[in-house]
């Protein structure tokens, strides 16, 4: 077993910020329990190595977790994992697949003045983007917040419930 960065459960729980609304339900739909030493077995073989020195995580978001594998002939392998949320591999794959073939075969090319004049043209055509584009960095579309500001996101959180009305399905703090 190759050396492993940082605590191997944290492999498959999701740690790169907090929910305030039904966080116990958000981290079990990412939590993924994988077989570690298959995938280096098979890094090893992709990458054509006599073995693999390292795993680290290196990142993750709502539907996968990325891993970087370091080979003992000097090369670098990157794995994702699939969280339980995010649908049949297959479909998520070829749609990937789909997506990356388009972008380096697209025949539509874009000034930066042109995509500059559409941004421009955009500004103010959507109140709910311009919200949540007020709480980057504190609070993401889909209700994730880092561990640093968790307690000013709940706080807005709770400033937003206060002012909800009471028929609204979303007018009730998580239970932790």
């Not at 994988?34 to 390292?54: H, M, N, P, W, Y």
């Not at 994992?81 to 297959?90: D, E, M, R, V, Y």
């Not at 990937?96 to 874009?110: A, Q, R």
């Not at 949540?132 to 209700?143: C, N, R, T, V």
Request: aromatic share 10%; glycine share 6%.
């Amino acid at each position: 077993m190759a050396n492993i960065v940082g605590n191997p459960q944290d492999f498959f729980r999701y740690t790169s910020g907090r929910w305030i609304w039904d966080e116990r339900q958000q981290l079990r739909e990412r939590y993924r329990e994988f077989d570690i030493l298959e995938v280096q077995k098979i890094a090893t073989e992709l990458s054509s190595s006599g073995s693999c020195v390292s795993m680290a995580k290196i990142g993750e978001g709502s539907y996968n977790k990325s891993f970087k594998l370091t080979m003992g002939n000097g090369k670098t392998v990157i794995a994702r994992i699939l969280n339980l949320n995010t649908g049949p591999a297959f479909l998520t794959t070829a749609l990937e697949v789909t997506l990356m073939d388009f972008i380096t075969k697209c025949p539509i090319d874009f000034s930066s003045e042109e995509i500059c004049k559409h941004y421009k043209d955009g500004e103010g055509w959507n109140e709910v983007q311009d919200f949540w584009d007020a709480l980057s960095g504190i609070l993401s579309k889909d209700g994730w917040t880092s561990h640093a500001t968790y307690d000013q996101a709940l706080s807005i959180y709770s400033q937003i419930q206060a002012h909800t009305a009471p028929h609204s399905s979303h007018n009730a703090l998580p239970k932790e």
